[in-house]
């Protein structure tokens, strides 16, 4: 009897939607230019920023606005993104080649597997997760992205002192957050044991301030990584 397989559980679903004529001709035209476009084995930072300079990675850009304001604001930061829907990163490329940004690159993959397989270790000062989907649903919370599988993966990335920022806008999510970041080894809250973060440099969004006009909570957390593995 052959031992059934069990796929993986995906934190994310692909509903793409049309994409816009830019934003394909942006995928076939500039993912050479700005991508990164091979996974399967450990990409050299160096070459692919010729610089020393801080770098940051930011997983599940959305349409890519956030991101796109702080390599803006930070030209001495260098940064990858990672997002899986194509319309997402069609129009990042778009908006990074007119802006002639040269301090971001793009990954349109998984992020479990880019950070498995493309990202050396101890070799990023800090991971964004910003407004994760929340699977709000009770018994679709086993796929939420922030499960302490990931969490180690992160730690391995990081640098020593590196940090991790994430920010969600489910007060049940933020709530599992803390928790697991809490009794996540390796890792301690920035701030201190059981406190949320302010915003800092993260760009606010227009649909976090619709929500707060409406009265909708933004929890922040920001945690350090404490070992060097």
Known sequence: M????????RSFVKREGRMTKSQIRALEELMPLYGIQSFDHKIDLDTLFPRKAPRYIEIGFGMG???LQMA???TDRDYIGIEVHRPGVGSILHSLHNLEL???KVINHDAVEVLKQTIPGSSIDGVYLFFPDPWHKRKHNKRRILQPEFVQLIRHILKPD??????TDWEDYARQMMSLMSDASGF??????GKYASRGDRPETKYERRGQRLGHGVWDLVFRKIDSE
């Open 2 to 9: 052959s031992t059934p397989i069990h796929k993986p559980i």
């Open 65 to 67: 606005a956030s991101l």
């Open 72 to 74: 803006q604001s930070h």
């Open 102 to 104: 040269t301090n971001l």
């Open 162 to 167: 590196g940090l991790f920022h994430m920010a």
């Open 188 to 193: 301690e809250n920035s701030i201190k044991p």
